[in-house]
């Protein structure tokens, strides 16, 4: 068994349409697929139906976008029901939240001289939701930037240009409605943040009184010495542990679907719960 219970197709930020990340699954001997498209679900039809020829389980999933402490936190709704209206009412306020975001960092743009409406809209797929990779996109082909990496630095971050500060909803809000729908919530790639050791397991106390029960310990990017880390964290205060790439493309060689490494037997998987 393979599981890689984060990915992200074109309705968010992926390149991939949701049939072609099965077919690669496939090909990549991934056994167990969680699709988690940034704030929204609309991807997850197309891949269940596309899978229900195919040996990979698919489990439905979502990335939502939540604010701690005036950070940017990825909370995972893995197994979610994402029919349940509690959870449908959640991820609405995000993919408003990005639309009236995306709006506001056209606005910006413009200010600074960039037009990059008509290329952000080509590049959004009719259901998908507008997300900075997108504008990044435009950026390079604007001749703005070379790379994802350098239109994320000269572009879109704080204090830049297209930057715009969001607030978005907190935790116990995030971990409820994924629960609400039968879902277990998730962290994403905790060392993603930046944190200190310290404010990593302030948040993890705080996460796990809102409902937040899992960590990602493993990730296409995480050393052996990172998960050794995170497996001790996990261990310590009792929480499940998960497995994902984070895929998004592949001109991502350093995040291909499949390619984080398995947990150790001393953990207990997210997908115990499943
Ligand atoms: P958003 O959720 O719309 O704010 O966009 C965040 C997404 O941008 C993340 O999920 C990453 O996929 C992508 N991203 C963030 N920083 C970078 C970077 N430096 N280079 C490439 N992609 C990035
Ligand atoms: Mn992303
Ligand atoms: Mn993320
Ligand atoms: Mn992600």
Redesign the pocket.
């Known amino acids: 068994m393979k599981f890689d219970l984060h990915c992200h197709s074109h309705y968010s930020?992926g390149d991939l349409a949701p049939e072609a990340l099965l077919s690669l699954a496939e090909q990549r001997g991934v056994t167990h697929l969680a699709l988690t498209d940034?704030d929204t679900v609309a991807g997850l039809p197309a891949i269940i139906a596309a899978a229900a020829e195919s040996s990979v389980k698919i489990i439905s999933g979502v990335e939502f976008?939540c604010t701690w402490n005036g950070q940017l936190l990825h909370i995972l709704g893995l197994n979610i029901d994402q029919n349940n209206e509690s959870l449908i009412e959640g991820i609405e306020r995000n993919t408003n939240q990005?639309f009236e975001r995306a709006e506001e960092m056209h606005v910006d743009f413009e200010k600074h001289g960039f037009d990059l409406r008509e290329r952000v809209q080509q590049l959004l797929q009719p259901h998908s939701v507008p997300?900075?990779?997108h504008f990044?996109q435009a950026l390079i082909e604007l001749g703005a930037a070379k790379d994802?990496?350098q239109a994320?630095k000269r572009f879109l971050v704080r204090g830049k240009p297209g930057y715009v500060a969001m607030q978005w909803p907190d935790i116990s809000e995030i971990a409820d409605w994924i629960r609400n729908s039968g879902g277990v919530a998730v962290l994403a790639h905790p060392l993603r943040y930046k944190f200190t050791r310290s404010k990593l397991v302030g948040l993890i106390k705080e996460m796990k009184l809102a409902g937040v029960e899992g960590m990602e310990v493993s990730t296409a990017a995480t050393d052996p010495q990172q998960t050794a880390l995170l497996t001790s964290l996990v261990q310590q205060h009792e929480l499940l542990a998960s497995i994902g790439s984070d895929f998004?493309s592949l001109d991502q060689p350093w995040a291909l679907l499949g390619n984080a490494a398995p947990l150790s037997d001393t953990l207990t998987p997210v997908w115990s719960r499943f």
Do not use: G, V
Request: overall charge positive; cysteine-free.
């Open positions: 930020d940034h976008s990005r997300t900075r990779p990044a994802k990496r994320f998004h």
